[in-house]
């Protein structure tokens, strides 16, 4: 049966943003791994007010572990989606938005519930990636921060502990730099090791399980590391209330942050209780207590391993993200403004190890080509930002082969997690950076003919212009900086600032013949002239 807790927390909207028509109202559903959540919420202004919040629980610990998920799954999901949109209807809600993640991710028969839900409601989840997920949590905890003025300077790692796989995100200076999504979750580790029926060797297996997940979480960060740690999730908010003994507030941050040693104090007394002493304790029945224990084990062993004393626990959810992509200055789903994209792409540049000037300057020249000849390509905003990320990473190949370097991009680029690009943006940049040089696309290219024909043409005069701004730079020593184009006689005219430009004009020589077949211009290097 579904609760609500008649919750009327209001989100503030991004400042300086235009304020939007209303009042209108939205309904947001989250299909996650133990339950089906939805916000009935009131958009007016710059303002988001939650009416309703509303929980059924559901269980779909079977779609990550191989299994169908059973008949009762299925028609449990279906009858939340009943409830939650039998009081959006009451409240006349004009706008929905629905979303599932792992539990439905890895189903087998997702696409059986997915069809149900369609026919029977014209609405059905979005399975979204681990990438999605990231952005709408750090979409939450922006409009979080800016409420309750507080600070994202600096490096901050935040993870959202799942019932089925964790998100995890390091935000550097306000900016998500880095995303990827980990198969550790509460509820998939406590069913790989239910069976078990010893409760310390449940407990110490689930431990040592734990302690290699936060090392394989921390291998994958950045050099730098982050400054602060901040954890949540419904069993991690419930974790840390009976652990330091105080209730999370309302919308807000646990305040002051949550001692390490306070968890760890409570795992110790919990690895030694039964399961039914651990319900008492946690006063919820023993399923629910045991799966505190993989949040517990997992957040003590991240404190160990990075010697953090504290850590945060925002009170956000993925429905929070939804509600922040509406509203005023929001880029809407999957959308992350340049700023944003381009710190992902850096951060991309220096895990494998590039060169950080080479790629700066082929993305400033490959933007200069790009803003000197719109009248040529006729791309807009969201094509440079494309454009700009393809420079920055189109080298990064280099770091499994510099032979072929071109291809090992593409396939680095298609297999990482990228919060903030559509899926076919992110298969445009990863096209874009892999015809930055030798062969243009060809008939037989089945990824880049799989593409919109709006695409294909997209990948081929983003990967042209890209082609020049390499040529430019061919001993990667950044001697050209600044270019002028101009067209004159079908030919375009790259001024720049050098007598000395034979190589340069060699490399454009070899490189142009994209530009010209796509764009129908000779290229042509012009140096500077002596007056």
């Known amino acids: 049966m579904g609760a609500s807790n008649g919750s009327e927390s209001v989100l503030s909207g991004a400042s300086g943003a235009t304020a939007a028509v209303g009042p209108w109202h939205a309904c947001l559903i989250d299909c996650g791994t133990s339950s089906v959540r939805g916000f009935i919420a ?18 779909l610990t079977a779609g990550f572990t191989g299994r169908l998920l059973p008949r009762a799954s299925l028609d449990a999901v279906e009858e939340a989606f009943a409830g939650i949109l039998a009081a959006a209807k009451g409240y006349g809600c004009d706008r929905f938005r629905a979303v599932a993640t792992t539990g439905l991710r890895e189903a087998p028969n997702a696409d059986v519930l997915i069809e149900r839900l369609r026919a029977r409601f014209g609405l059905a989840p979005e399975v979204i990636d681990g990438a999605e997920e990231a952005r709408l949590y750090f979409e939450a905890l922006r409009v979080l921060a800016r409420r309750l003025d507080l600070s994202l300077a600096g490096d901050l790692l935040l993870i959202e502990l799942g019932g089925g796989s964790s998100s995890v995100s390091l935000i550097r200076d306000g900016k998500l730099a880095h995303s990827v999504d980990e198969h550790y979750g509460t509820h998939r580790v406590w069913d790989q090791f239910r069976n078990l029926k010893d409760s310390v060797d449940f ?32 069993v991690v908010r419930r974790l840390c209330s009976l652990a330091s003994g105080s209730d999370m507030p309302e919308g807000g941050w646990m305040d002051p942050p949550i001692d390490a040693a306070c968890i760890r104090a409570w795992l110790m007394r919990m690895r030694e209780a039964t399961p039914s002493q651990r319900a008492e304790a946690c006063r919820c029945n023993e399923h629910e207590a045991a799966v505190l224990l993989p949040a517990a084990s997992f957040i003590h062993h991240l404190c160990a391993e990075t010697g953090a004393a504290r850590i945060l626990v925002p009170q956000i959810s993925l429905r929070h993200g939804l509600l922040a992509d509406l509203l005023p200055g929001a880029q809407g789903p ?13 951060q991309l540049v220096a895990r494998y190890g590039g060169n950080a000037d080479y790629a700066e300057n082929t ?15 006729g791309f807009g905003a969201r094509e440079r930002v494309l454009l700009q990320f393809s420079a920055l990473v189109h080298d990064i190949g280099s770091f499994v082969n510099v032979r072929n370097r ?13 919060a903030g690009l559509t899926g076919v943006e992110k298969t445009v940049v990863a096209q874009v950076a892999r015809y930055h040089r030798r062969s243009a696309p060809q008939p037989h290219h089945g ?5 919109s024909r709006t695409d294909r043409v997209r990948v081929s005069g983003l990967a042209a212009i890209l082609r020049l701004a390499y040529g430019l730079d061919v001993e990667r020593t950044q001697l050209i900086r600044s270019i002028r184009c101009e067209v004159v006689a079908g030919t375009l005219l790259i001024h720049v600032d050098r007598r000395q430009v034979a190589l340069e004009q060699w490399s454009i020589g070899q490189k142009s013949s994209l530009f010209r077949d796509v764009f129908g211009l000779e290229v042509r290097v012009v140096p500077r002239v002596e007056r």
Do not use: C, N
């Not at 997940?213 to 730098?224: D, E, F, N, T, Y």
């Not at 990824?447 to 593409?451: G, K, W």
């Open 42 to 59: 009131e958009i007016k202004g710059g303002e988001a007010r939650i009416l309703e919040d509303l929980a059924y629980p559901v269980d």
């Open 334 to 346: 999957h959308h992350l403004d340049a700023d944003h994209l381009l710190a992902e792409a850096r």
């Open 363 to 377: 993305a400033s020249l490959a933007g200069q080509i790009f803003d000197q000849t719109t009248a040529i390509h």
């Open 406 to 418: 071109h291809k090992h991009t593409l396939y680095l680029l298609e297999a990482t997690d990228i």
């Open 203 to 234: 407990s110490i297996a689930i431990d040592r399980y734990a302690l290699g997940a936060a090392r394989m979480v921390l291998s994958r960060l950045p050099q730098r590391g982050a400054d602060r740690i901040a954890v949540t999730g419904s």
């Open 447 to 451: 990824t880049f003919q799989a593409l």
